[in-house]
């Protein structure tokens, strides 16, 4: 009964440097986010996916890149992380309205 | 302007007593959907209650209940007998259905402490 799972749970970052945030979803959901958390400020998005093979930008792309690799699949990358970038990342996907979120990411960039 | 507005930034309940946390939305979409999330310390997501704008009954889940009222674009979220365990972040969100954006808008949330 796994749901949305996330990898990795923790990650540090030096300035610069770059990773991927993995994501999967088993419930055969077609619409694929990510968002990430600031402290005091609720969720906001950064890229969504409506389906596979599609990726559009939300409130706040900049610095990041995503892949909808397949229906299942939904990355997140970081090509020159900065220090702005040390958030909580979350995945989610949904069906008819619905979110489920993934564990998080908590990711420092130093 | 704010999508969700929650303006409570901490509440405090007393275990077994009923307690409201407040959330009002804009939008000019007559189609949406409306949301309430938990997120405990242990940092997950998780939902709890879903009303929908064209829905005339208020929705409700075990001791969640959500007090919807599209005059006045609010939607409260009511946990009736306090638990320990209700001690957590509570974030209201909206989805407008003809933006064609697909996107959850959060509020900033609410951190509810239950009191034994």
């Known amino acids: 009964n796994a749901g949305v799972t996330q990898t990795p749970k923790f990650q540090v970052l030096k300035t610069g440097q770059s990773m991927t945030l993995q994501c999967a979803q088993d419930?055969?959901?077609?619409?694929m986010y990510w968002y990430r958390q600031d402290p005091g400020m609720g969720l906001r998005l950064i890229y969504y996916?409506?389906?596979?093979?599609?990726?559009d930008k939300g409130e706040v792309p900049n610095g990041y890149n995503v892949s909808r690799l397949n229906k299942r699949e939904f990355s997140l990358r970081l090509e020159s992380a900065a220090p702005s970038q040390t958030s909580v990342y979350f995945c989610?996907?949904?069906?008819?309205?619905?979110?489920?979120f993934g564990q998080g990411t908590r990711l420092t960039v130093v | 302007a704010q999508k969700i507005t929650q303006t409570q930034p901490g509440m405090f309940v007393q275990e077994k007593e009923a307690v409201t946390l407040d959330c009002t939305y804009d939008?000019?979409?007559?189609?949406?959907?409306l949301f309430w999330y938990k997120q405990p310390s242990s940092g997950e997501m998780i939902f709890l209650i879903y009303?929908?704008?064209?829905?005339?009954q208020n929705a409700t889940e075990g001791r969640y209940s959500l007090n919807f009222q599209k005059a006045r674009k609010s939607a409260n979220l009511v946990i009736s007998a306090s638990q320990l365990g209700d001690s957590a972040m509570y974030f209201c969100?909206?989805?407008?259905?003809?933006?064609?954006?697909?996107?959850?808008?959060f509020g900033t949330g609410t951190r509810l402490t239950v009191i034994p």
């Open positions: 989610a996907s949904s069906e008819r309205g619905k979110a489920f």
């Open positions: 009303q929908g704008s064209y829905d005339e």
């Open positions: 969100a909206m989805r407008e259905r003809q933006t064609g954006a697909n996107n959850l808008f």
């Open positions: 996916s409506a389906s596979e093979g599609t990726t």
């Open positions: 419930m055969n959901h077609n619409s």
């Open positions: 939008t000019s979409d007559q189609s949406y959907g």
